[in-house]
């Protein structure tokens, strides 16, 4: 009889516990509607690539980006083409970050554009290795072709993925 009400008693628990994660996810998780809505300016196709700027002898905590920040592989962030700068309203030093919806393999993100680089040609975005792990989860790709990139309006963006 013990086991019993044991067993109810964490089935009950458990159920609750399953609830309130789909409520805070419900809660926090923004709508694919909504950042389609908030997009602006023209919608970049291209290829995605990773990039680790980490070599043997870098100082620590990572080099600096162009936005200042230090890169941080274990944030949704990206590097986007030195010619596209301006669409992502002039990535530099000192200014804050701009944010882009990143669309591939029927998975969308929102990253925050904190770098630039010159990509190889057909390249148009460079993702650091959280958010091209959530495209491609082994890693073994190395370039995912067919990425769509929309810049985002204002700068008030949760990154991470949508829907």
């Known amino acids: ?45 291209g290829a995605a690539s990773t990039y680790n700027p980490f070599k043997p002898g870098k100082e620590e905590g990572g080099p600096s980006t162009a936005s200042g920040e230090r890169y941080d592989p274990s944030v949704w962030t990206a590097a986007i083409k030195t010619s596209l700068r301006r669409k992502f309203g002039g990535v530099q030093f000192g200014a804050r970050p701009k944010f882009a919806l990143v669309e591939a393999v029927g998975k969308k ?30 890693m073994e790709l190395g370039v995912i072709p067919d990425v769509t990139v929309r810049p985002l309006a204002g700068d008030d963006w949760t990154p991470g993925p949508v829907g």
């Open 1 to 45: 009889m013990v086991f019993r009400s044991s067993a109810a008693i964490c089935g009950a628990l458990v159920a609750l516990g399953v609830s309130v994660t789909v409520a805070r996810s419900e809660a926090s998780g923004v709508h694919a509607s909504a950042v389609v809505d908030a997009a602006c300016g023209d919608v970049i196709v």
């Open 109 to 138: 993100v929102i990253v925050k554009i904190n770098d630039v680089g010159p990509l190889k040609p057909g390249r148009i975005i460079d993702l650091n290795e959280r958010t091209m792990r959530h495209f491609d989860p082994s």
